[in-house]
């Protein structure tokens, strides 16, 4: 199906093709994947009649989170029952919406649990293009001056259980993806030119059939997965840290190849994407009842027993993906709003205390200029200084709630609420 598009003036559509420090937010979690802004003049507070610049509303159904290059936000779309699936793109300054595009037609979509959406996956962002995906559903290149579609692929397989939820990230000329749902699990790397295929590796644990307690497995939840793929650099080489639902993974980013891994019988159902540091990958093992495990970088084939450093078992994120600064690391639990401080070498608890205003927390915090900011199902945006001892800074609420993850750029805060988008600034 060809997409809609709107047409404006050449300068509203001029996108910054040698962007700024602090000025773009291309990828889930940001520039780095890791969730850290170098942006500076951010607002601490705010309410519906303090500090935002504009309110937009959006259609449908969606989680993903906004993504910002220069002058355009985008965002995916899909209706509820998941059979129209699209992007929009928002004006940066005006918050006026420039392109809603209709991408994908699904018959009979899959099943996706009530906690997640059919547009969950965040897009990834660059000068002139973006790529979006949906899964199995489809993934597409469109043009960001004219919305036209570049290219799309809706033959890469994958039952994804529970909904899809895995956003891609970008490495050089490829476009990098996980699938790992109930059929098949493997990662892909496309052209991101054409959507041709450079690579595709296949999950190599054996996931059997059994749960840790001898019981027959009879759903997909074992072998389903949510995480983002992450690229790292290492002994001065790029390298792709891959979460899955049994292990966490180091590939090649060139051919695929698996470097190592360690392997987690316990849990399952990876969603938090990992963050590095410190000669570290810190990664959380399941959806349920998870453990967060400091895994030392090197090393070849099975690492569990030789590079695992510490591991934590209390208050450990299922949903949001911590935050790392410096010799310290900060997670949040999804249903308590518990935030954790670590020591990010050994593991030990330096803090732990419950952030202000109930609800749930779907989204990942971000830090900027030594703060961290949260946002919850409920509407509420706290923040708080990162550091050795706990100090809330500001107890935000708007209407509304947030499962997506905030986009920091310039000098503003651009969160979306399940119903609209906002630019927070002073």
């Given at each position: ?243 899955a639902s049994k ?78 600064t410096g010799d ?73 709630g947030f499962m ?23």
């Open positions: 199906m060809k997409p809609k598009f709107v047409f404006l003036t050449a300068a509203l559509l001029a996108v910054a093709a040698a962007p700024r420090a602090g000025e773009n937010w291309p990828q889930f979690r940001g520039p780095t994947g890791q969730g850290v802004a170098d942006a500076t003049g951010l607002p601490v507070t705010w309410s519906e009649t303090e500090n935002v610049k504009w309110k937009t509303p959006l259609k449908g159904k969606a989680w993903s989170s906004p993504v910002v290059w220069g002058a355009q936000i985008w965002v995916t779309t899909a209706t509820e029952d998941g059979r129209q699936l699209g992007a929009i793109a928002v004006d940066r300054e005006s918050g006026r919406i420039v392109h809603e595009l209709a991408l994908f037609t699904v018959e009979q979509p899959q099943y996706a649990d009530k906690f997640n959406s059919y547009g969950s996956p965040t897009p990834v962002l660059e000068a002139g293009r973006v790529y979006v995906t949906f899964g199995s559903a489809g993934t597409a290149c469109l043009d960001t001056a004219t919305g036209k579609l570049l290219w799309e692929r809706r033959d890469l397989p994958c039952n994804h259980w529970r909904g899809a939820g895995s956003s891609p990230t970008l490495w050089e000329n490829l476009l990098i993806m996980h699938f790992d749902g109930a059929d098949h699990q493997y990662v892909v790397a496309l052209d991101k030119r054409t959507g041709r295929d450079v690579w595709r590796t296949n999950r190599s644990v054996d996931f059997q059939d059994l749960t840790p307690e001898g019981k027959p497995i009879r759903d997909g939840d074992f072998r389903k997965a949510f995480s983002s793929p992450l690229v790292i650099t290492h002994d001065g080489k790029p390298l792709l840290i891959s979460a292990a966490t993974y180091a590939y090649n980013l060139v051919d695929g190849r698996e470097l190592w891994r360690v392997e987690e019988r316990k849990h399952h159902s990876g969603t938090v994407r990992p963050v590095a540091g410190n000669g570290f990958v810190y990664t959380a093992t399941g959806l349920a009842r998870g453990e967060l495990w400091a895994v030392r970088l090197g090393g070849k084939g099975v690492v569990t027993d030789s590079h695992v450093a510490w591991k934590v078992t209390r208050n450990v994120p299922n949903r949001p993906s911590p935050v790392l310290l690391l900060f997670m949040v639990d999804q249903d308590g709003g518990v935030v954790t401080c670590l020591e990010a070498m050994t593991g030990k608890e330096v803090w732990k205390e419950r952030l202000p205003g109930a609800g749930s927390y779907s989204s990942s915090p971000v830090l900027a200029e030594g703060r961290l900011y949260f946002f919850n199902e409920n509407g509420h945006g706290t923040v708080i200084e990162a550091g050795r001892a706990f100090k809330v800074l500001a107890a935000n609420k708007l209407d509304g997506a993850s905030p986009a920091v750029a310039g000098r503003a805060l651009f969160v979306r609420s399940k119903t609209h988008l906002y630019r927070l600034e002073k």
